[in-house]
């Protein structure tokens, strides 16, 4: 069994880096992707850990994007970088990223303090370490009774109809995607469901446009897929010649329903052939 989509808390997870490996190593997991996003910094601290405990460990990337241009629907794209290490240049690239990421940062705090709220960038950062974002927020939020829960400090504040959202530059996904292949990458569409396309026809042609584009993956095993979800997918994939992947999207406590490996009320058990053929695949 592998899971080949997980997250430390050097983005949006709670596990550091030791602790998602040392956890792997437990649940006899043979090989672990760790996917944050906009940064490699859990799987740089990672590499030395996974092979003490005999844990085939991946680098991966979780980037946001948009659809086409930066004001269109939002897409996670992951990234696989299966046979050698990121390129430099796309390291740098990433940097900027993150740039963006933390000027977005700045200007919320400044529309959540002009709103009356009590809440410094500095103790969020605390929080976020090397990638802050709006989960960090939340969690400050209501740590500081702003809010009861994550769920309500997204509605009231951070999420997109909220009165104190700020939008992110996000790259398109046509750039994230061609960014990936230069850097030496696999790239991957992540949990095609959260796309929210209800029409199939319409669904199937945006992912044929993804990979006119040069998709290279499709994630069909993941924890918000149903059986019939993963089924549609798995169809998918083979229709556009896109290799399949698959992971839990585990963040630890703050979606403790969503366990390491197996997902969702155990709706996942992801062999280890699902890497092997990314691996045959891969640049």
């Not at 069994?1 to 040392?22: A, Q, W, Y």
């Not at 003490?52 to 948009?66: F, H, N, Q, W, Y």
């Not at 929080?127 to 974002?133: F, I, K, P, Q």
Request: aromatic letters at 6%.
């Amino acid at each position: 069994m592998i899971d080949l989509h997980t997250h430390t808390n050097e983005s949006d997870g709670t596990c550091s880096p030791f602790e998602l490996v040392d956890q792997a190593a437990k649940i006899g997991l043979e090989a672990l992707a760790i996917c944050d996003h906009d940064t490699f910094a859990g799987y740089d601290q990672a590499v030395s850990a996974a092979s003490a405990a005999g844990v085939d460990l991946v680098c991966g990337i979780e980037l946001s994007t948009r659809l086409f241009s930066p004001k269109e629907r939002a897409v996670h794209l992951l990234g696989y970088f299966l046979r050698k290490a990121p390129s430099a240049d796309f390291r740098a690239w990433l940097e900027e990223v993150q740039v963006q990421r933390r000027d977005r940062n700045r200007r919320l705090i400044e529309k959540l303090q002009a709103a009356g709220l009590d809440i410094q960038l500095s103790e969020v950062e605390q929080v976020g370490r090397s990638l802050t974002g709006r989960p960090h927020f939340a969690r400050v939020l209501v740590r500081k009774g702003y809010a009861a829960n994550t769920e309500e400090a997204f509605r009231k504040y951070l999420d997109e109809s909220a009165p104190y959202y700020v939008e992110r530059e996000s790259p398109s996904v046509s750039e994230g995607i061609q960014k990936i292949l230069a850097g030496g990458g696999l790239p991957v569409l992540a949990h095609p469901i959260r796309l929210g396309i209800r029409d199939p026809i319409r669904e199937e042609m945006l992912i044929g446009e993804l990979q006119q584009a040069g998709l290279r993956g499709l994630e069909v095993f993941h924890s918000d897929h149903q059986r019939s979800d993963v089924a549609r997918y798995a169809n998918l994939a083979q229709t556009h010649r896109l290799a399949v992947t698959g992971g839990s999207d585990f963040h630890g406590d703050v979606r403790p329903q969503v366990a390491l490996g197996t997902g969702f009320n155990k709706n996942l058990k992801i062999p280890r052939s699902i890497l092997d053929c990314l691996r045959e695949i891969s640049n």
